[in-house]
């Protein structure tokens, strides 16, 4: 079994400031690592996502996520906000086998960008 | 990209009635979808795998007898939320995989309210 945790339910921030939204994972096997934007009554845009090789990933919107497999961490940057980032963001992951048939999903982190 | 397309985005039905949500694949053939339900200010729940010519899979604690799914053809998977009550009320997300399960895409949501 796997699971994602998302430790802040959200983050609030001024515009033009980095920001770093946290996310670990726990599983028994190798997994795929995803983050995911969710705009209100919308679905999920994929921002980035962790298959193998370099574990820096560059992903839309000029954000990036390091994976950390000694911490099993998979944190989501961007070194400079904007108003239209307010949105959901979901961390989620999958066993390496099986593709998205596991895919577990975080409780999701709350982007709020203020002026 | 691919892209998977959610129909309708939102409905408000009266209880005891039943309600069609439609998950189409429109560039690319998907023998597997997956619906997922999203409460208010939560993660993504995985409700059940949808595979054509046969017969859905549920997750643990989803009433399969509720949650009608009927994968007929290979670009469309559809949900019926049957004798639908207030507590049915959310967002239902049906998602594809492609590339070999490596990606998922997903649609845009269906907001489900029952009145």
């Known amino acids: 079994a796997q699971s994602v945790t998302q430790l802040d339910s959200q983050v609030p921030v001024f515009e033009e400031a980095p920001v770093e939204l946290r996310c670990n994972y726990s599983?028994?096997?190798?997994?795929?690592l995803f983050w995911y934007v969710q705009y209100p009554n919308q679905g999920l845009q994929l921002l980035l996502k962790?298959?193998?090789?370099?574990?820096l990933v560059k992903g839309i919107n000029g954000f990036e996520a390091e994976f950390n497999k000694s911490q099993t961490s998979f944190h989501l940057r961007k070194p400079s906000v904007h108003i239209s980032d307010t949105a959901e963001y979901f961390c989620?992951?999958?066993?390496?086998?099986?593709?998205?048939?596991?895919?577990?999903f975080g409780k999701g982190t709350m982007l709020l960008v203020s002026p | 990209g691919a892209v998977v397309s959610q129909h309708p985005s939102w409905v408000i039905c009266k209880s005891g009635t039943s309600v069609k949500i439609e998950c189409r694949s429109l560039d690319f053939q998907a023998t597997t979808m997956f619906w997922y339900r999203q409460f208010p200010k939560q993660s993504l729940m995985l409700m059940a795998t949808s595979n054509e010519g046969s017969k859905a899979t549920y997750e643990q604690g989803v009433e399969k007898d509720k949650f009608l799914i009927n994968h007929a053809s290979l670009t469309l998977s559809t949900l019926t939320v049957t004798s639908a009550h207030p507590e049915d009320s959310s967002f239902y997300i049906c998602?594809?995989?492609?590339?070999?399960?490596?990606?998922?895409?997903f649609g845009q949501g269906t907001r489900l309210t029952v009145v």
């Open positions: 599983s028994s096997v190798s997994v795929y």
């Open positions: 998602s594809a995989p492609w590339r070999g399960g490596t990606e998922a895409f």
């Open positions: 989620a992951v999958s066993e390496m086998n099986s593709g998205y048939s596991t895919l577990t």
């Open positions: 962790y298959l193998s090789g370099s574990t």
